[in-house]
């Protein structure tokens, strides 16, 4: 079965503080994993993609396969980084589609 | 550019009563996605395009879900027959072509079923 299975619902850390969103999958097949994220009152963006191994706005995450995970890490968690954040599989073989997780809320307390 | 485009922002209706939700993709974007943001369900897939088809329907929740995309542009999703469940924020994304291209996702349509 295709699923994608973020455990938190909200994390709450302090601005400076090292965060990591937990994200694993379920999938037969090669996994392509995106985190997307949607700031307060704002339209969910692409924050980072595993296959271009990019670092955005201080964020990484590395696929696992062996785990079968896409952790989302960042040092030093910054209070504009307050937002939604959702794991996604793409499904190749069913048009793109993809299979979100079900979301953890992240706050950056001051 | 501008980005995916979704009409109305926000939809208020009665039990029972149909509603027209509208997508407008990015200009050239063949392949266009819809997916339903709720409390319970999170961010789930309803439907795809490729051009003007739909291979794969699977993700609509019931035969009263039904979409159409014409011109390889708009999009249109209807809902008869509308039940409380159906509350929710449905977006709707597009990408230069299907499976390896970046979604891009609109504002979202939030829909109110009294």
């Known amino acids: 079965a295709q699923r994608v299975t973020q455990p938190e619902k909200l994390l709450s850390v302090f601005k400076g503080a090292p965060v990591e969103l937990k994200c694993n999958y379920s999938?037969?097949?090669?996994?392509?994993l995106f985190w997307y994220v949607q700031y307060s009152r704002q339209r969910l963006q692409l924050l980072l993609r595993?296959?271009s191994r990019e670092s955005i706005k201080g964020f990484t995450a590395d696929l696992n396969k062996g785990e079968t995970s896409f952790h989302l890490k960042k040092p030093f968690a910054q209070e504009e980084d307050s937002a939604m954040y959702y794991c996604?599989?793409?499904?190749?073989?069913?048009?793109?589609?993809?299979?979100f997780g079900q979301g953890t809320e992240l706050s950056v307390k001051p | 550019g501008a980005g995916v485009s979704q009409s109305p922002s926000n939809k208020v209706t009665e039990k029972g009563k149909d509603v027209e939700l509208r997508c407008d993709p990015i200009?050239?974007?063949?392949?266009l996605y819809w997916y339903r943001q709720s409390l319970g369900q999170g961010l789930e897939f309803l439907i795809y395009f490729q051009g003007n088809s739909a291979p794969d329907k699977s993700g609509l929740p019931s035969d009263r879900f039904s979409a159409e995309r014409t011109g390889g542009s708009v999009s249109t999703l209807t809902i008869q027959r509308t039940q409380q469940e159906d509350s929710a924020v449905y977006l709707c994304?597009?990408?230069?072509?299907?499976?390896?291209?970046?979604?891009?996702f609109g504002p979202g349509t939030r829909l109110l079923v009294l």
């Open positions: 996604g599989l793409m499904i190749y073989n069913q048009g793109g589609k993809l299979i």
């Open positions: 595993h296959i």
């Open positions: 200009s050239g974007h063949t392949a």
């Open positions: 999938y037969s097949g090669s996994p392509e």
């Open positions: 994304a597009s990408s230069l072509v299907i499976r390896v291209e970046t979604q891009y």
